[in-house]
């Protein structure tokens, strides 16, 4: 019992330290933005998940999916990196360098290959995304 009453403390004080750590960045930790227009205008198909830093990482959730509209949650851990995303059908978005938090798309995927990468550091933080 003893133990819990000094654990419960310390992940208070952690969580709240935690929660006030992020960018200096003035706009909101959550941004969705359209990255293509589509013709059929419908909702999207699925979600994709992807995230860059805090250390010199980059990955998708997902390496390959079937073509089609998704909302693309990007969890930017880090302001000295950045999330781009590029590919078929003009897909070309991208998280701010500077900025941190989490940034939503939406994004028609087409058969192909699409190319995700941290643009300052782009020859060690790549990936590729399998659209098919």
């Given at each position: 019992m003893r133990l819990v009453l000094l654990v419960l403390p310390a992940l208070a004080a952690a969580t709240a330290?935690?929660?006030g750590c992020g960018?200096?960045?003035s706009s909101?930790?959550?941004d969705t933005e359209s990255a293509t227009t589509t013709s059929s205008g419908g909702a999207a198909s699925g979600t994709l998940s992807g995230s860059v830093g805090p250390g010199f990482d980059i990955s998708m959730e997902q390496t390959t999916v079937a073509p089609g509209t998704y909302q693309l949650t990007v969890d930017d851990q880090a302001s000295i990196h950045d999330?781009?995303?590029t590919g078929p059908g003009g897909?070309?978005?991208?998280?701010?360098v500077s900025g941190t938090g989490t940034?939503?798309?939406t994004?028609?995927?087409q058969k192909g290959t699409y190319s995700f990468v941290c643009d300052p550091h782009s020859s060690q933080m790549h990936g590729t995304l399998t659209v098919s």
């Open positions: 330290l935690a929660a960018s200096s960045d909101s930790a959550t999330f781009h995303l897909v070309d978005v991208s998280t701010d940034k939503t798309f994004v028609t995927l």
